[in-house]
């Protein structure tokens, strides 16, 4: 069983306390911006520096309007006192793919890319993303990246004296996994696009499961506005899913 220390973790500037987790997801997006770089220097990008720039641009206006929308359904009983402030302090990882995606490919029709952009991105995005979840992590409650009550040997207090699920810890752990495995077939032969497919859904299943461990408002047919976000990159996807399906299947009836 995991203990709690004191949830959340802070620390202190002149007798003030401040959360750890702005100053994380500032390092996470510095260092994720930093490895996009120095991958890019090692191969020879197909597309110019200047879509890349457009590129970048579309991913992270789409990532601040989805991850904004997406966050303010998460809660749909508070909808009728939504305010600018609300809008402005709500966010999701979820709903900030999802944007950012929608971005990217508004952009990229606009100034004639078609060329799939996005492997480059997965290791900063993975990066990024665990870096964030750290500071999630020591948030405690304070931030909606906790499960609910639990008898799970992982469960712990995160600052209101009742044994959760540390949801953040979850996905901390899972982005390794993932971090590992792409780390595994960057070498081999793949379609340009299909690491950043294969990430995509593979983020988007953990977030669909670990949504039912958490407190979350439904918002149609008793599924989260998570919920939905991960079934449209299912559905967004499902060539992709399909063909690896097929792959996966016609492997294991080879060397099976």
């Known amino acids: 069983m995991l203990t709690s220390t004191s949830f959340p973790v802070q620390f202190t500037i002149d007798g003030q306390l401040y959360h750890w987790h702005y100053i994380l997801e500032t390092l996470a997006f510095i260092i994720g911006v930093r490895i996009y770089y120095y991958q890019k220097k090692k191969i020879k990008d197909p597309i110019s520096d200047e879509h890349r720039l457009w590129i970048m641009l579309g991913a992270m206006l789409g990532a601040l309007i989805g991850s904004r929308l997406i966050a303010v359904l998460e809660t749909p009983n508070e909808l009728s006192q939504i305010s600018f402030m609300t809008i402005y302090a709500s966010k999701t990882i979820a709903g900030g793919l999802l944007g950012g995606l929608f971005g ?18 997965v290791v900063p995005i993975l990066t990024a993303l665990f870096i964030g979840r750290i500071g999630c992590f020591l948030m405690g409650i304070d931030e909606p990246t906790y499960g609910v009550k639990t008898n799970f040997f992982m469960g712990m207090n995160l600052g209101d004296g009742i044994k959760r699920h540390p949801v953040a810890l979850y996905e901390m752990i899972y982005l390794v996994i993932l971090f590992i495995l792409f780390q595994s077939i960057k070498n081999k032969k793949l379609i340009n696009g299909d690491q950043f497919k294969f990430f995509m859904v593979l983020y988007f299943i953990y977030r669909f499961l670990v949504e039912f461990i958490k407190p979350y408002q439904p918002l149609f047919l008793n599924l989260s506005s998570i919920h939905w976000s991960a079934i449209f990159i299912f559905l967004y996807y499902y060539k992709f899913i399909i063909r690896l399906t097929r792959q996966i299947l016609i492997k294991e009836k080879i060397y099976g």
């Open 104 to 121: 990217v490919e508004i952009i990229k029709k606009f100034i004639g890319v078609r060329i799939a952009s996005g492997d480059l991105y």
